[in-house]
């Protein structure tokens, strides 16, 4: 017998991964869950039918995510996770001792009851004693917060779903509002490569660029991802992602880790010449 | 109200029934509409769907006739007033403009008077125009801080009546496009006492006929005819409405009149809307609209926390000249931080791909309806609070008023059609004016055929013009000129 999952990155191009067993799938009252097991990713976790993480590839993009602004930026002490249920972002984030607080927002409590249960290596850290979790909509929390945190990271999942509203003007407008005057925003920003993708990757940056006075664009290789080729915004009111990387000082944190380091740091925000092009038109 | 207080099974669907058994059978047409089924427009075809254009039909036996129902037209027409308490219902195909219209031109003949509020949409003065009826004025009271004209006083309605004996008929909104009704019912009796007809334009209160906590509907509080916007809270295709008709009202001169006005190639898309829409109404509208008013109630609440919009509410009753309120009437006062509500209004479709339904100087209006869901309110109230961080400033000097009190020297009618010329608009002052000039939305007349134009009216124009708004009726499209009696 042979089953597979298949995810269309495209109506003409889809990913497909052998699966062993179906772990769970519950709609709740945004979206359909699922997790499933597979023998190359490992478990894997599809909202809508749509790959948001794999036990084999989630290191790269939550390190892409965390340690890049982390290493920027040292005196973060709170931090404000919108999405990111699955609890890898707060698992790398709790690496730091200088992390005071991480309020996490998500929105759907079953995505973070599922990982609970079957993505232990994600959703470890969700007990730490620093992690606050709201369930509540990212754009209603953030409108009530005015220069509170040092980090925001926006670890959403597609424009075209329930995540909608985390890619608007009006939700970039008020993460601006709710960091502190030397704060940063990082998000996931999709990928460049299909059309349709580097449209609505377009559209965020435009809308990023016109709120925080630096916003530059770095990427990532995530296998599982479409064209497997991932990018992300780095936006801030003071910091500059490259001249202010401070590798000495986070080095000196020792953490090991498997994708990032200060140097591929630096190379992240050297980006190919289309899409160079691409964020030209908008910016 | 539950589905059991139906007389007739709310579950049917007659035009739709039978466009699908249409479909079934695969008729060869050898008829209009010439695209038959889609196949002599492919471009059309793609764009709207095969499903769409197959039931783009024309009238024939099966299908009924909208001019003269008799079959499954009529059984939609007898089901959607059973569902709206109403004695017959018509479909309308021309929007509920044309339901206005014929529902005036149903009860008024040349040189009659008719007791409305000033504040009528546009449809209603054009029926004057048509039928020569004489217009007496209400004017409504106005709320002088939100700059909004509010309803009829039930102290206001007796003296025009008592005024205007000969009157026939008095028009109500219910509710005004702000949400804001009169006393209906106490106004029905006052009119009923007095011999004259109600007519009510419900083109924002459809769901009143489906919600426990909406002011009261038309036919429930005994108006003779009003005139339902199905396709605006009721969810059927632009352009489709329903008028509907008391028991003191000759159902078949009322269709006569229709004719008189209406196409006979009725629509099929926009008729069976409207059968999907009703039953979908009566099976489950009190469900659906009670989520609309929490979500319309959540969405002030957020609001009013941002601090300097003021999303107005129940709070605004005073048991006369506001009634009642429609708690799912989201408007905005927008003039405390500092911007006009048509401002506000295009910064959110410009900058944040928000279209809510108009602004005016001082408000702007979202519309909540049947297809709305909280992850958009979020964005509606996250982009207004970003509006204000962005763009707040000083409010003096902003103009407030909406509602100017107009005079009538002439008819609507004889203003129209009288010999006019055309003056630079500053040149008008003191003339009589014979076109209409509004604001689109929300198409109540600024000025209509036969009032004097006054220095206040010109300086309003010139401000609503100045802040964008979208200003139309003038046969001058600038409205840099207007037509005056000569």
Not at chain 2, 207 to 232: C, E, L, R, T
Not at chain 2, 399 to 409: A, K
Not at chain 2, 477 to 482: A, H, K, Q, V
Request: hydrophobic content about 40%; glycine content about 8%.
């Amino acid at each position: 017998m042979e089953l597979w999952f298949s995810e269309n990155h495209t109506e003409d191009v889809k990913l497909s991964l052998r699966v062993n067993r179906q772990l769970y799938s519950k709609r709740s009252d945004y979206q359909r869950i699922d997790v499933f097991d597979t023998p190359e990713f490992g478990r894997v976790l599809a909202l809508d039918g749509n790959i948001m993480l794999t036990e084999r590839d989630e290191f790269i993009y939550d390190e892409m995510i965390v340690h890049v602004p982390m290493a920027v930026h040292p005196g973060i002490a709170k931090v404000l996770v919108i999405g990111a249920g699955d609890g890898g972002v707060v698992r790398e984030l709790t690496r730091y001792e200088q992390i005071k607080r991480i309020d996490l927002v998500e929105m759907d409590e079953l995505v973070v009851e599922a990982c609970r249960q079957y993505l232990p290596d994600n959703a470890c850290r969700l007990d730490d004693e620093r992690v606050h979790i709201y369930f509540e909509n990212g754009l209603k929390f953030i409108r009530r917060c005015e220069e509170e945190y040092d980090l925001i990271i926006v670890d959403s999942n597609d424009p075209f779903g329930p995540s909608e509203g985390l890619f608007t003007r009006e939700f970039y407008g008020n993460c601006y509002k709710a960091l502190k005057k030397d704060g940063i925003m990082v998000n996931q920003q999709g990928s460049p490569f299909y059309a349709e993708d580097a449209h609505a990757m377009q559209r965020s940056h435009k809308r990023i660029a016109s709120t925080f006075p630096i916003s530059r664009v770095y990427q990532a290789h995530i296998p599982t991802y479409a064209a497997g080729y991932w990018l992300f915004g780095f936006a801030s009111k003071k910091f500059h992602p490259i001249d202010d990387l401070d590798s000495t000082a986070w080095n000196a944190h020792h953490l090991r880790t498997r994708y990032y380091t200060t140097r591929l740091h630096v190379g992240a925000f050297y980006l190919p010449a289309f899409l160079e092009r691409m964020l030209e038109e908008v910016e | 109200m539950g589905i059991s207080t139906f007389a007739l099974d709310q579950n049917r669907a007659p035009i739709h029934e039978a466009l699908e058994q249409f479909r079934r059978i695969r008729v060869v047409p050898f008829d209009v509409p010439g695209h038959k089924r889609g196949r002599g427009n492919p471009e059309l075809t793609a764009f709207l769907g095969h499903q769409c254009v197959g039931v783009d039909v024309n009238s024939m036996k099966p299908l009924d006739n909208l001019c003269h129902p008799v079959s499954v037209i009529r059984e939609a027409e007898q089901l959607a007033a059973d569902a709206f308490g109403a004695a017959q219902a018509f479909l309308m195909v021309g929007g509920t403009t044309s339901a206005v219209q014929s529902m005036v031109l149903s009860v008024c003949k040349r040189g009659d008077e008719i007791i409305l509020p000033r504040n009528v949409h546009r449809s209603v003065i054009n029926a004057l125009v048509l039928c020569g009826a004489v217009p007496v004025y209400i004017n409504p009271e106005v709320d002088t801080r939100l700059g909004i004209s509010l309803g009829m006083k039930r102290e206001q309605v007796a003296k025009a009546i008592a005024a205007h004996p000969r009157a026939v008929a008095v028009l109500v909104n219910n509710p005004t496009y702000y949400g804001i009704c009169s006393d209906l019912r106490e106004i029905v009796r006052m009119v009923h006492a007095a011999g004259m007809l109600c007519l009510a334009d419900e083109a924002h209160g459809t769901h009143f006929y489906f919600g426990k906590n909406f002011p009261v509907s038309a036919m429930a509080a005994g108006a003779d005819m009003s005139a339902v916007s199905m396709h605006k809270s009721g969810g059927s295709l632009t352009q489709s409405s329903l008028l509907l008709t008391g028991p003191n009202i000759h159902a078949g001169y009322v269709r006569q009149i229709i004719n008189l006005t209406q196409t006979t190639s009725g629509s099929y898309l926009l008729m069976s809307s409207l059968d999907i829409s009703r039953r979908n109404l009566a099976l489950r509208g009190m469900k659906i609209f009670e989520r609309v008013r929490m979500l319309a109630e959540y969405a002030r609440s957020e609001i009013n926390l941002i601090g300097g919009y003021d999303a107005f509410g129940q709070e605004l009753v005073d048991k006369d000249a506001i009634y009642a309120f429609d708690p799912t009437k989201l408007s905005i006062h927008t003039r405390e931080i500092g911007l006009a509500g048509i401002e506000v209004y295009d910064i959110l479709r410009d900058d944040y791909d928000i279209q809510i339904e108009f602004g005016d100087i001082g408000n702007i209006l979202a519309y909540l309806s049947i297809g709305d869901r909280v992850q958009e309110v979020e964005r509606l109230v996250s982009a207004l609070a970003e509006i204000r961080r962005r763009f707040q400033r000083d409010p003096r000097g902003m103009l407030s008023q909406e509602y100017i009190d107009p005079e009538v020297v002439a008819t609507p009618q004889e203003a129209f059609y009288a010999e006019k010329i055309s003056l630079p608009l500053r040149e008008t002052e003191g003339r009589i004016c014979s076109e209409f000039v509004m604001c689109y939305p929300p198409g109540i007349p600024i000025l209509a055929p036969g009032e004097k134009i006054t220095p206040e009216i010109l300086d309003y124009i010139e401000y609503a013009k100045a802040k964008g708004c979208s200003m139309t009726g003038p046969e001058d499209p600038n409205i840099e000129r207007l037509n005056v009696l000569q």
